[in-house]
Each structure stands twice: as C-alpha cells, then as structure tokens.
T-cell receptor
C-alpha cells in the first residue's frame, strides 16, 4: 500500500545517455511534483502538474521533460545526461487543488539516486 | 514571494540532550508551516504542522509553535535519541499555494 512510489531506486549511467524515472501515487491527489536534491541536501523544485496540466516549470535545462499521462502518474525523462545531473530525484504529491490554498502538505516518494559517470 | 530560513547545520548532540532548530519565515498573510524529516536513504516525511498563528504542532516528542510576532516556527525536542539523526526541513507553501518553499535543511547527528 505504498503511497508514492518511484522506479528505479538507483540509476547509474554514462554521460550522454537518455533515461527515464517513473512515479506513481495512489493517494488520489491532484498535484504531483519533481524535486532535485543535491549532495548538500538542498531541495530544488523542478516541475509540478495539477490534473495533468503543467503548473510549475522552474529554470531547468530543456533536456529534462516531464510527462503526466494521468493524475496518478508523473514521469521524468532526461536527455543527454551530464555529470551535473547526478543527484537524488524525488517525486511528491499533494492534495492541494487550487492556487489559493495556504495548506499544501507534500507526500514524498523514496527517491531515485542518479549517478552519471 | 515567501521565504524560509533555518539554522545551518550540522548539529551534533549527545543522547538525551535538548534540541532546538531555528526557523523563521517571511510571507504574505499567514500560511501553514511544516517541519519535514528525512532519515538516511529515505524521502522526506511530514513531522508536524501548524495551520495558524499560536498553533502548536507536535509529533514523536517534537514540538513547534507558530509565532506570528517573531515570524518563527522553531523545532524543539526535550530529549533526543540516536534514532532522531536525520535532516530536518522547515517549509511553507508559497503565496498561491501550489509551490512549497523549503529551508536549506539542518542535519542532526545524535551520539550515544
């Protein structure tokens, strides 16, 4: 009964390759997120979808492309991987349904540790 | 937009010591405030929350009070355990709601 799941948990690949990370949530939430966490544990938001619509698109290289086939899934595809892409990527979901809410509890997946060699 | 500032770590304590991790915020209005905890090798999970001024959130022996006058939400625990070793994040939703602003995280080490 995992709430937010991600696959794979570990991803080791060569520079220049293309890879995807998948995320699924079974909480019935409308909003999902991708975060990047660096080695100092700093958390940076990358993208967010609300009901399959992109609502947050931070300054991220266009090699990163999110896709939300339905409310419960949010995938992240990365083209032409670079050394600096090495990090832990977290998917999260939230029950927030509008941009007027002051309450936005986030539920995180276990993370995908990406290592680019 | 909103911002959250928390004390830099790492914080190293002996078991049963008192813990305080400071967090201050700037915001339009009075957003909810959260503390998340990240244990080694895991994702973040909600530790406690407060939705309005003077609310006290508490969980697992941790407490934090939403103080409007000092714009603070400091995390405290009276007696830490080795199992509390983790990274702690203060957070608040941005004006507009969809985006959450996270602090930089404070790493806590508790020695036996």
């Amino acid at each position: 009964d995992t709430a937010v799941s991600q696959t794979p948990k570990y991803l080791v690949t060569q520079m220049g390759n293309d890879k995807s990370i998948k995320c699924e949530q079974n909480l019935g939430h409308d909003t999902m997120y991708w975060y990047k966490q660096d080695s100092k544990k700093f958390l940076k938001i990358m993208f967010s979808y609300n009901n399959k619509e992109l609502i947050i698109n931070e300054t991220v290289p266009n090699r990163f492309s999110p896709k939300s086939p339905d409310k419960a899934h949010l995938n992240l595809h990365i083209n032409s991987l670079e050394l600096g892409d090495s990090a832990v990527y977290f998917c999260a979901s939230s029950p927030v349904t509008s941009g007027h809410s002051s309450y936005n509890e986030q539920f995180f997946g276990p993370g995908t540790r990406l290592t680019v060699l | 937009g909103n911002s959250v500032t928390q004390m830099e770590g790492p914080v190293t304590l002996s078991e049963e010591a008192f813990l305080t991790i400071n967090c201050t915020y700037t915001a339009t209005g009075y957003p909810s405030l959260f503390w998340y905890v990240q244990y080694p090798g895991e994702g973040l999970q909600l530790l406690l929350k407060a939705t309005k001024a003077d609310d006290k959130g508490s969980n697992k022996g941790f407490e934090a009070t939403y103080r409007k006058e000092t714009t603070s939400f400091h995390l405290e625990k009276g007696s830490v355990q080795v199992s509390d070793s983790a990274v702690y994040f203060c957070a608040s939703p941005n004006t507009g709601g969809f985006k959450t602003i996270f602090g930089a995280g404070t790493r806590l080490f508790v020695k036996a």
